[in-house]
């Protein structure tokens, strides 16, 4: 039986993004947009992970989701999925602001930092389970999980694509963050595991502290 909060979310984001095609008004006052949230509009932190640039866009969000969900709905339950799902999305929205601040001009849209944070926590959970890129290459988890963040570095220092590579980070930071919160004892059980997908934060940090980025 499909899950009724994966749905839920899934049903949301479906409704709002298709209200944001056909009404650019609705879209543009609900977007993330860092001069607007700077001058107090701080519901587009939340409200621009509901939306999306277009179809595909989309779909390619909601079928990432529906495709990692129950490995943590399975382990750690509805509420604790929902949890993860919005605090990564938060923490998305929170990096994005951290690095691009004073860009007053910076706009983007997506379900795509919420939706990596359920990824990143699926990962932490199952770290030996496979992943197929393009559905051809067979990966462990954790390497992809690893090579992603790194590669989310990569597009943040680059600027050389419309993809928000900030929110990803910031999201695969809020799905890490709460699921060790929600399952400390992966600390004890997985130790290498946590360890390992601690190291793009890590360098992602230090490149910020040393100005790198």
């Known amino acids: 039986m499909t899950n009724i909060f994966l749905l839920g979310i899934i049903l949301a984001n479906v409704l709002i993004s298709i209200k944001g095609f056909n009404d650019e008004y609705f879209f ?14 701080q519901i587009r932190m939340v409200s621009s ?6 179809v595909f ?3 390619f969000n909601m079928i990432a989701l529906y ?18 799902y919005a605090g990564s999305l938060v923490f998305g929205s929170l ?5 691009h601040g004073n860009d007053y001009s910076y706009r983007a849209v997506g379900a795509s930092g919420a939706v990596t944070g359920i990824i990143y926590s699926a990962i932490l959970l199952e770290p030996g389970m496979t992943i197929g890129i393009f559905g051809i290459i067979p990966l462990p988890a954790y390497v992809f999980g690893i090579g992603y963040l790194l590669y989310s570095i990569y597009g943040m220092k680059a ?3 419309t993809i928000g590579h ?21 600390l004890q059980e997985s130790t290498s595991m946590v360890i390992l997908l601690a190291i793009p934060i890590i360098i992602l940090f230090v490149m910020a502290k040393t100005g790198k980025l």
């Open 159 to 161: 600027k050389n694509d």
């Open 57 to 59: 866009h989309l779909a």
């Open 166 to 186: 900030t929110a990803h980070f910031g999201g695969a930071i809020g799905g890490y963050a709460i699921t060790l919160l929600k399952a400390p004892e992966l």
């Open 28 to 41: 543009r006052k609900y977007q993330f947009h860092v001069g607007s949230i700077r001058a107090g509009e």
């Open 95 to 99: 990096l994005t602001m951290y690095f």
């Open 49 to 54: 992970g509901f939306l999306h640039a277009d």
């Open 67 to 84: 495709s990692f969900a129950p490995v943590v709905t399975d382990n750690l339950g509805n509420l604790t999925f929902v949890l993860i």
